[in-house]
T-cell receptor, first 114, second 109 residues
Framework: ETGVTQTPRHLVMGMTNKKSLKCEQHLGHNAMYWYKQSAKKPLELMFVYNFKEQTENNSVPSRFSPECPNSSHLFLHLHTLQPEDSALYLC?????????????FGPGTRLTVL | GQSLEQPSEVTAVEGAIVQINCTYQTSGFYGLSWYQQHDGGAPTFLSYNALDGLEETGRFSSFLSRSDSYGYLLLQELQMKDSASYFCAPHSGNTPLVFGKGTRLSVIA
């Protein structure tokens, strides 16, 4: 596979469930990102990892827990979510997290919390 | 702080030219990127301007005026497939991109 892949593409979960989103990039990049995209709201940056180190946490609630075991993989662990967490979760990667680096996005995971 | 303004919706006719404006306030500004996102799809990179002036890539061009904190995306010879949301995103130092709410472009026949 090429580019940035995300699994699952769709996820429905209850508020007491625990699930994980997976992102994998095949571009040799060193920076990976999680974004949340809700209807009629801007893309919200959640987390940034640069060379496997978390460099940004945009005041994200602790019910979202990222994990970056290596530069190619990024996970978002979900626990006791709320209905307002329903959104499209996008993963992206870039060569580094610096200024002009083009970000390549995955197709996203459409999450519905019941 | 940072702020970003772009129109929420624009409608244009197939074959026409449309300009999507973006004004920003960003400390430590480096440059301005544009991304396209079709419904149900992922954002894809269109262009990046670090210097003042116009950058042309096929039917799409992007302009930046650093002194005015202003940029625009120009789409020429509009096609139906250009119907999508377009996001401007200013770069600031080593911090990641900040995306605006996007402009939804509808191309009509």
């Amino acid at each position: 596979e090429t580019g940035v892949t995300q699994t699952p593409r769709h996820l429905v979960m209850g508020m007491t469930n625990k699930k994980s989103l997976k992102c994998e990039q095949h571009l040799g990049h060193n920076a990976m990102y999680w974004y949340k995209q809700s209807a009629k709201k801007p893309l919200e940056l959640m987390f940034v990892y640069n060379f496997k180190e978390q460099t940004e946490n945009n005041s994200v609630p602790s019910r979202f827990s990222p994990e970056c075991p290596n530069s190619s993989h990024l996970f978002l662990h979900l626990h006791t979510l709320q209905p307002e967490d329903s959104a499209l979760y996008l993963c992206a990667s870039s060569s580094t997290s610096g200024a002009a680096n083009e970000q390549f996005f995955g197709p996203g995971t459409r999450l519905t919390v019941l | 702080g940072q702020s970003l303004e772009q129109p929420s919706e624009v409608t244009a006719v197939e074959g026409a030219i449309v300009q999507i404006n973006c004004t920003y306030q960003t400390s430590g500004f480096y440059g301005l990127s544009w991304y396209q996102q079709h419904d149900g799809g992922a954002p894809t990179f269109l262009s990046y301007n670090a210097l003042d002036g116009l950058e042309e890539t096929g039917r799409f061009s992007s302009f930046l005026s650093r002194s005015d904190s202003y940029g625009y995306l120009l789409l020429q010879e509009l096609q139906m497939k250009d119907s999508a949301s377009y996001f401007c995103a200013p770069h600031s130092g080593n911090t990641p991109l900040v995306f605006g709410k996007g402009t939804r472009l509808s191309v009509i026949a």
